[in-house]
């Protein structure tokens, strides 16, 4: 089975939140992100989103277009993100999505790069600007090749839309909780127990909030609406800060481990099947 | 010729695809407000009463119809086809921009929307948003590179003292693309309240076809004047292709005609070397940039490429869907001058016909130079001069050495 579809049914199964976590490959290199990565399996986080660096990176605020930047200044090119997740494959099973724009799977065609990102170990995809519209064939080959198509849902998608989205998604639906760009807020949006409901309405499809969670009270806040939490830009913004110090890893891991703790506590919101 | 149709209501087909180009690669939370554009545009699009306003706007603010002029000097200097210029730059604000700016700014008015954005290359888009939003008492930020800032320093006054913001952008190479970009970043977070008015035939669905149905009044005047001067249709029309709006709307009305040939010019810059010019026919591939399929400058692993050209406006790594499918139809041609060859023409023109054109319709003017002493006498061109310029005097005035009198 698909690591995500496993592991949201394992924390159905022992009633617990998940916590989503995402970081830019290559920032500050890619050995770093090999580190990161296993450091936080352990350290509790259910699902490692990778951000494959693009030039225009127009979905995401100032701190992830600076780790976008730097990991492309590191050499990060798609290919060498996947030799990196064949590496974190011999010690982890954390299950791996891959945030990207849809040029650069465009560029070598959607087949090719799904068929080589499942042979590296990837276990789904977030294509940042491939609406379900554009997707054409793409949705076909991810499950041919065993891989979560992962979309959005933002404030903006009538109900009319996630009726049509949701049913498509597979592993998690990914709800944006507030218009705008990556980044971290110091309150979390009002729409989220709204949205999750009309999501619900549509689909069993496990729910992840994110967009703007910067710390562990804002992490629980949020994770009571949904089966798993999405935090990005505070993470990289920890990795900006000590990208160049010897304790890097166990600087981030701590601060993730403090996110897991303060949503471990909350009960499940669907019921044990 | 083939006697194809181009010009049809199926093109673009319902989704925004002109062919395999265009359609609307946009992340989520723009999905559904370019839907309701879409649908307020043609709903707009459909009523008298916004076309009268429009055209009333036209006519007594921007200061429509625009002349075709005879180009006599030019004409006789090069020896061969005789040019007329589509006189774009003699619109209010300076260039064709304004065509579309004010047809923006009226639908978003109809959508209840209280503030326009808008991105910048040449600053003649950012001065006709500006100045648009100036007239209806509607906040406005516009976003430029700051590269591109520095080189059109009198633009950026200008939309100052029209009352909006200027963001200078600092990502990237600093120039159009980089603009963009930072314009979508704001629509997205403010989409509520926020129309973003984008300056060229590019992008999502439906701005490449709304931004190409607010300048096809170029080629309709221009088809009317020269049956009226000329008592004929012309052989070939010639614009400058940055993402493609000025030249989609000279050429729109004409694509229908299979006697009239269509060339659009790209920047060459220094020549079509690796990130030394925006000639995206020439070196481009197929590619998704900024919310539309078309070709792009990229590189082997589909990060987009840097750019160059003496002209603001035309130094972009992608072009207009409808342009790739016209180039791939091989309905319109697509050649390329580089910046000595703009600069020559922006020269020429000057002195010879007392019009100094904008960098960008110098590039037009080139094509028109390489092209004329080819033909007959009594070929006759039509070359989109789609803006003047006084933004570029500086910058050009540097380049070929002017001094002040001592
Ligand atoms: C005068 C002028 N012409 C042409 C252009 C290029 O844009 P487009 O290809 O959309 O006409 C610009 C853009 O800034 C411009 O200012």
């Known amino acids: 089975m698909n690591r995500i579809e496993q592991r949201f049914l394992d924390l ?44 225009d990176p127009l979905a995401d605020g100032i701190v992830n277009q600076l780790a976008a930047q730097r990991g492309l200044e590191s050499g990060t090119t798609p290919p060498k993100v996947l030799q990196s997740i064949q590496r974190i494959r011999t010690q982890s099973e954390i299950p791996i999505v891959l945030y990207i724009y849809f040029n650069l799977l465009h560029r070598v065609g959607v087949d090719r790069f799904i068929r080589e990102a499942a042979a590296a170990g990837v276990d789904g995809l977030l294509v940042l600007d491939l609406p379900p519209e554009e997707s054409v064939d793409y949705e076909a080959l991810m499950v041919t090749a065993g891989l979560c198509p992962i979309y959005l849902i933002a404030p903006t998608t009538p109900e009319a839309r996630i009726a049509f989205i949701a049913p498509r998604a597979k592993g998690f ?7 705008g760009v990556t980044g971290m807020q110091s309150k979390v949006s009002s729409t989220i127990a709204e949205m999750t409901r009309l999501i619900r309405a549509h689909s069993q499809t496990p729910i992840a909030v994110g967009f703007g969670i910067s710390n562990a009270d804002q992490a629980r806040e949020v994770a009571a609406h949904a089966e798993a939490i999405v935090v990005g830009s ?24 403090e996110l897991s703790q303060a949503i471990r506590s909350l009960p499940s919101s669907l019921p044990p099947s | 010729m083939s006697s194809t149709q181009y010009a049809t209501p199926s093109m673009p087909d319902a989704q925004g695809h002109f062919g395999p180009f265009g359609g609307r690669y946009v992340p989520e939370t723009l999905v559904h407000p370019l839907q309701q554009l879409e649908d307020e545009y043609w709903r707009a699009q459909q009523d008298p ?81 500006a100045t648009v939003a100036a007239m209806f008492g509607m906040q406005c930020v516009i976003y430029m590179g700051a590269v591109d800032c520095k080189r059109q320093e009198l633009n950026v006054y200008r939309m100052k003292m029209l009352g909006a913001e200027v963001v200078a952008v600092k990502a990237g190479q600093q120039t159009l693309k980089e603009a963009v970009n930072e314009a979508m970043r704001d629509w997205v977070t403010h989409v509520r309240s926020t129309h973003y008015i984008l300056g060229t035939a590019y992008g999502a669905h439906p701005y490449p076809v709304m931004v190409r149905n607010f300048h096809r009044i170029i080629g309709d005047e221009a088809r009317r004047q020269i049956l009226e001067q000329e008592k004929r249709l012309p052989d070939i029309l010639i614009a400058c292709v940055g993402g493609g709006s000025n030249a989609i709307g000279l050429f729109y009305p004409f694509l229908n005609d299979p006697s009239v040939r269509m060339l659009g ?88 016909e007392g019009i100094i054109p904008a960098l960008e319709s110098a590039h037009a003017v080139a094509g028109a130079i390489k092209v004329a002493p080819n033909l007959s006498k009594d070929a006759l061109i039509i070359v989109n001069l789609s803006g003047r310029g006084d933004k570029d005097v500086m910058h050009a005035a540097q380049q070929i050495g002017l001094k002040l009198p001592d």
């Open chain 1, 12 to 55: 159905r199964a022992a009633g617990r939140k998940g916590l989503v976590v995402y970081i830019g490959a290559g920032d500050p290199n890619l050995s770093a992100t090999e580190a990161l990565a296993t450091a936080f399996d352990q350290a509790g986080v259910d699902i490692l989103e990778l951000g494959v660096p693009f030039s």
């Open chain 1, 173 to 179: 639906i990914y709800y944006i909780s507030r218009e």
């Open chain 2, 49 to 129: 009463d916004f076309q009268q306003e429009l055209d009333y706007y036209l006519r007594e603010f921007v200061g429509r119809p625009t002349p075709l002029y005879y180009a006599e000097r030019l004409t006789r200097e090069l020896g061969g086809a005789k040019i007329y210029l589509k006189r774009e730059d003699l619109l209010h604000t300076g260039a064709h921009k304004i065509n579309n700016a004010m047809g923006q700014v009226l639908l978003a008015r109809r959508m209840g929307k209280t503030r326009i954005i808008g991105e910048t290359g040449a600053g003649q888009h950012g001065v006709a948003t």
């Open chain 1, 234 to 257: 505070a993470i990289v913004s920890r990795i900006a800060e000590h990208g160049h110090s010897p304790d890097l890893v166990p600087r981030v891991a701590s601060f993730v481990a």
């Open chain 2, 265 to 352: 010019i790209e920047a060459g810059g220094e020549g079509i070397l690796p990130e030394r010019h925006a000639a995206r026919f020439q070196g481009g591939s197929l590619g998704v940039l900024q919310g539309t399929r078309s070709y792009i400058l990229q590189d082997a692993f589909g990060q987009i490429q840097l750019t160059h050209s003496v002209s603001a406006g035309l130094d972009y790594a992608a072009v207009g869907p409808e342009h790739a499918w016209l180039r791939d139809e091989k309905r319109v041609d697509y050649d390329y001058a580089t910046d000595t060859e703009a600069l020559d023409a922006f020269m020429r023109l000057a002195r010879l």
